[in-house]
Structures are given as structure tokens and as C-alpha cells.
């Protein structure tokens, strides 16, 4: 009795996987590409909103990063105590995504830095108010671009904390990130679709078929009326 429930069970759902199959197949065309637009459609909109979320909340991270180094630096500004101060940046350089960090005094002098070398190429003169303020800007370093984000250390007064961040870690992480939830919620969507497409079709044929059979018999009343 078990062994025949349980090849009656396996032939219902084989019945059923074949039906969903047929029915997959007498979809229409236009339909096929109606799922198709939507699900690309879809796709395109979740993957332009997810990553500008993304990004704001990295260039966040990067502005506390910053927020921290210039907090630590304060102290050893305040005291001249550099060695500290240079191990902390190097630090803080360590720290994922992060290119460089380096350290300026208020008269605009880097004191303090991770590079083997200081590059040029980071050099930039800022106003009195400008090292008030936090800002970000884009740079090439070796090739590679970088997002850098200065943060005023105590209002400008003792200088400046800049933390360089890599633009393709950047752009690695938010790719992982929409490859990981994007992707699985994309094709659950697209299967939800394709099922109610499919559950749908035998209810509109059965709702023409009614229709039909209303309106012949509307029309034999009509051709033939009652003595």
C-alpha cells in the first residue's frame, strides 16, 4: 500500500512538472517578452538604486574613517609627539579599502604619512577655511583612481587627517554586495511572474469559452425567438 501511495504521489508530480512545462511552452510570445522586459526592467532600476545606497553609505564609512584619524591626531598634534602619531596613521592605512592616510599641520606640511613616498600628486593647497571644512575629492595614485576625504582636525586649528580610499575596491564590494541579493531576488520575481502568467492562461481560456457559450446562446434566441 505504501510503495503504491508513493508511485501515485511521483506520477501526480510528473504530471504537474509536465503541465507547467506545456504551459510554459503555449505561452505566447508577446508574453515571453513582456517577463523578459520586466525582469530586465527590474534589474536595471534595483541595480541603479542599491548602488548609489551603496556608495553613500561607503563615502560615509570613508568620512568616519577620516572622523576617527582625526580624533587620534589631535592629542599628538597638541603634544608634538609625532612617532605616536605617524604609527597611528600607518594604522589607520591598514584598515580595508584604504590607499593611504597622511597628516597636515596647519600650516599645510605633511607630518605624518603611510607612503613609502609622498606623491605629488596628492599635494593641494587649501585656504584657512578650507581646512574647516570636510570634503572629498578624486585623484589618480599610481595609475589607480582614489576617493580622498579630508576631515578638519579640531576645527582646522592643528591641521588636517585625509584618508585615500581605492575606487575599485569600492566598485568590487558594490558589485559582490548586487550579485549576492540582487540576483536572487530577481529570479524569485521572474519565476513569481512566470507562475502567475501560466496559472493564469487556462482561467482566461475558461472565461472565453463562458463568453462564447453566452453569446451563442444569445444569438440562437435571438435567430430563433420564442413563439
Known amino acids: 500500500s505504501n510503495v503504491?501511495?508513493?508511485?501515485?504521489?511521483?506520477?501526480?508530480r510528473n504530471e504537474t512538472i509536465s503541465a507547467l512545462s506545456?504551459?510554459?511552452?503555449?505561452?505566447?510570445l508577446e508574453w515571453k517578452i513582456m517577463v523578459l522586459a520586466l525582469g530586465l526592467l527590474f534589474v536595471v532600476i534595483v541595480n541603479q538604486l542599491i548602488g548609489r545606497v551603496l556608495r553613500t553609505q561607503m563615502n560615509e564609512s570613508a568620512v568616519v574613517i577620516a572622523t576617527n584619524l582625526s580624533d587620534a591626531a589631535a592629542g599628538y598634534l597638541a603634544?608634538?609627539?609625532?612617532?605616536p602619531l605617524k604609527t597611528t596613521v600607518t594604522k589607520y592605512a591598514r584598515l580595508n579599502r584604504v590607499a593611504y592616510?597622511?597628516?597636515?599641520?596647519?600650516?599645510?606640511?605633511?607630518?605624518?604619512?603611510?607612503?613609502?613616498?609622498?606623491?605629488p600628486e596628492l599635494e593641494e593647497e587649501l585656504t584657512s577655511d578650507?581646512?574647516?571644512?570636510?570634503?572629498?575629492?578624486e585623484l589618480t595614485l599610481q595609475g589607480k583612481t582614489v576617493y580622498e576625504t579630508r576631515e578638519p582636525i579640531l576645527e582646522g586649528r592643528l591641521g588636517t587627517a585625509h584618508i585615500g580610499i581605492w575606487a575599485d575596491a569600492v566598485?568590487?564590494?558594490?558589485?559582490?554586495?548586487?550579485f549576492m541579493f540582487l540576483w536572487p531576488i530577481t529570479l524569485g520575481l521572474l519565476a513569481a511572474v512566470i507562475i502567475v502568467?501560466?496559472?493564469?492562461?487556462?482561467?482566461?481560456?475558461?472565461?472565453?469559452?463562458?463568453?462564447?457559450?453566452?453569446?451563442g446562446s444569445a444569438q440562437a434566441t435571438s435567430t430563433h425567438p420564442l413563439e
Open 130 to 137: 578650507q581646512r574647516r571644512q570636510v570634503s572629498r575629492r
Open 171 to 178: 566598485e568590487r564590494e558594490i558589485g559582490q554586495a548586487l
Open 197 to 215: 502568467v501560466i496559472l493564469a492562461r487556462p482561467l482566461i481560456r475558461a472565461l472565453r469559452r463562458l463568453i462564447d457559450s453566452r453569446l
Open 22 to 28: 506545456l504551459s510554459w511552452q503555449g505561452i505566447g
Open 101 to 119: 592616510a597622511f597628516i597636515k599641520d596647519r600650516e599645510g606640511n605633511v607630518i605624518a604619512h603611510s607612503l613609502a613616498t609622498f606623491s
Open 79 to 83: 603634544s608634538k609627539d609625532v612617532l
Open 4 to 12: 503504491y501511495d508513493a508511485l501515485t504521489k511521483a506520477g501526480k
